[in-house]
């Protein structure tokens, strides 16, 4: 079982970039696919980004193409999240998950991971 951690989290002002980072526990990380989803305040949680277990394929929602960018590092058990660009807009909390789906047109569904963690929150100012 993989257990979740995500950190990184904080406040920065439109244009700027964050860092967040999920730890992993648990021996089967390297075999999950890993993903990253976020909420904000009174809206649904949605898809950002997935990486395959190898970290050679990603997917991002539209949105984030081209500003995020998602990496693993299954030797260390982490996977990031570069944020570049960021918009008043990108504010929620980003939560780090993990599925073992390896079909990566599926990877935008919540309901397929079924590891969460619990959460660092993204505020950024205008």
């Known amino acids: 079982q993989v257990q979740l951690v995500e950190s990184g989290g904080g406040l920065v002002q439109a244009g700027g970039s964050l860092r967040l980072s999920c730890a992993a526990s648990g021996r089967t990380f390297s075999t999950r696919t890993m993903g990253w989803f976020r909420q904000a305040p009174v809206k649904e949680r949605e898809f950002v980004a997935a990486i395959d277990w190898s970290g050679a394929v990603a997917r991002y929602a539209d949105s984030m193409k081209g500003r995020f960018t998602i990496s693993r590092d299954n030797a260390k058990n982490t996977v990031a999240l570069q944020m570049n660009n960021l918009k008043p807009e990108d504010t929620a909390v980003y939560y780090c998950?993990?599925?073992?789906?390896?079909?990566?047109?599926?990877?935008?569904?919540?309901?397929?991971?079924?590891?969460w963690g619990q959460g660092t929150q993204v505020t950024v100012s205008s």
């Open positions: 998950a993990a599925t073992r789906l390896p079909t990566s047109s599926l990877w935008q569904e919540l309901n397929k991971y079924g590891t």
